[in-house]
Every structure is written in structure tokens, then in C-alpha cells.
């Protein structure tokens, strides 16, 4: 089983609508969760940590399940510019441990 | 505030030819990570650093591949005698000295392109 797993996609939506992207992991000793975008092979960019409450940030939120272990994303009335590859991201060995990619999910949003 | 500075943006080398990829962390960032993707794969971990310590080199290479983040300067990627297989776009992230799950920032990659 991958560390971090993720539907790649992609996912083609039109401008206004709301997709969500599931994300699982398999180390139970995970400690922080991560959403990341990366554009055209670009670097990463964060988009947001995950918290166990879960959390907002304008048309984004995040939820995380530790039992299942699960994270989520939910993007609310999709732009043009949400256009990328949504990586799901997790640190397993410490606070300052390395970052475990998944591959990613591709968003195509058409007008 | 600059980020995380990489260079060169894209380096080309023949087969056998060394190749070193500098990174620079963020101000007042003390921890180094350098990760590698291949094409149409996710990023991996390859090695973190402090200054002067390796302190996580699980995902490195057995061969060819080094690393090192000295007292004074950048961090280095070193890979010698390159291969096809080399060609891959490298990044490098860094976090601040305090704990608590900080997210790393990433530069802008070095993209290796093996002649």
C-alpha cells in the first residue's frame, strides 16, 4: 500500500462548481497534513495545513479523519486559476520530519 | 523577504559529468530538505539537513548522490557521474528551527536534463 494515496484525476469541472478531493495515508504515527498545489511542474506551493477540527480558508476546507485516516479537500465555486495538481501531504517522523507526497489530483476548471 | 533561492533554474549535463544544485533556505530557516520528481511520478524525499549535520538521508541514492549544507553558505546537491535516469526536476524546501509541525516552503527546483 502507497503512504499516500490519492485519485489522480483529473477532474474536468465548470467555473462555479464544487469538487472535493479524498486523500488516504497509512502511517497511523502521521502528526501533520498538508495541502499543496503544484502548477505545470512548478514548485509546491502550500494551500493550507489540515487540523483534526478541520478548517476553512475562504472557498477552501480541509477535514481530517485520523481513525480512517482520510483528509479531505473542498473547493467551493471553482475559478479558472484553481487550474493545478492538488498534492496531498503528510509528515510522519517528528515536527521537523520529511514531507510524504501523494502524486497528486489533477483539477481542469473550464468556464 | 526572498524565499527559498535555487540555482540554476535548469542545468544540462552529458552522461559521466557531475551535477551541483544550490539551495539557499528562507531567512531565518535552519532546516534544509531536498526532494526529487521524476516525470509523471510525486515528489520524494531524498535528505534533510541542519547546518553541518545530515540528520535524515533515508531517501538518497546508495551511489553517485551527496549532500551537504555547510556553515556558511548554500545547501548542495551533489550528483556525480550523472545518468539518464538522473534527469528529474529537484527541489528544495526549508522550515524554521522551531518545532510544531511547521509547513516547508519550496523553491523554484532545478530541472536536470541528462544528454
Known amino acids: 500500500r502507497k503512504e499516500v494515496e490519492q485519485d489522480p484525476g483529473p477532474f474536468n469541472v465548470p467555473e462555479g462548481a464544487t469538487v472535493a478531493f479524498n486523500c488516504t495515508y497509512s502511517?497511523?504515527?502521521?502528526?501533520?497534513f498538508f495541502w499543496y498545489r503544484q502548477d505545470c511542474r512548478k514548485e509546491p506551493k502550500l494551500l493550507m495545513s489540515v487540523y483534526s477540527s478541520g478548517n476553512e480558508d475562504g472557498r477552501f476546507t480541509a477535514q481530517l479523519n485520523r481513525a480512517s485516516q482520510y483528509i479531505s479537500l473542498l473547493i467551493r465555486d471553482s475559478k479558472l486559476s484553481d487550474s493545478a495538481t492538488y498534492l496531498c501531504?503528510?509528515?510522519?517522523?517528528?515536527?521537523?520530519?520529511?514531507?510524504?507526497f501523494g502524486k497528486g489530483t489533477k483539477l481542469s476548471v473550464k468556464p | 523577504n526572498a524565499g527559498v533561492m535555487q540555482n540554476p533554474r535548469h542545468l544540462v549535463r552529458r552522461r559521466g559529468q557531475e551535477a551541483r544544485l544550490r539551495c539557499s533556505p528562507m531567512k531565518g530557516h535552519s532546516h534544509v530538505y531536498w526532494y526529487r520528481q521524476l516525470p509523471e511520478e510525486g515528489l520524494k524525499f531524498m535528505v534533510y539537513l541542519q547546518k553541518e549535520n545530515i540528520i535524515d538521508e533515508s531517501g538518497m541514492p546508495k551511489e553517485r548522490f551527496s549532500a551537504e549544507f555547510p556553515k556558511e553558505g548554500p545547501s548542495i546537491l551533489r550528483i556525480q557521474q550523472v545518468v539518464r535516469g538522473d534527469s528529474a526536476a529537484y527541489f528544495c524546501a526549508s522550515s524554521p528551527p522551531a518545532g510544531g509541525g511547521q509547513p516547508q516552503h519550496f523553491g523554484d527546483g532545478t530541472r536536470l536534463s541528462i544528454l
Open positions: 501531504v503528510v509528515r510522519t517522523g517528528g515536527s521537523q520530519g520529511n514531507l510524504i
Open positions: 502511517n497511523s504515527a502521521s502528526q501533520s
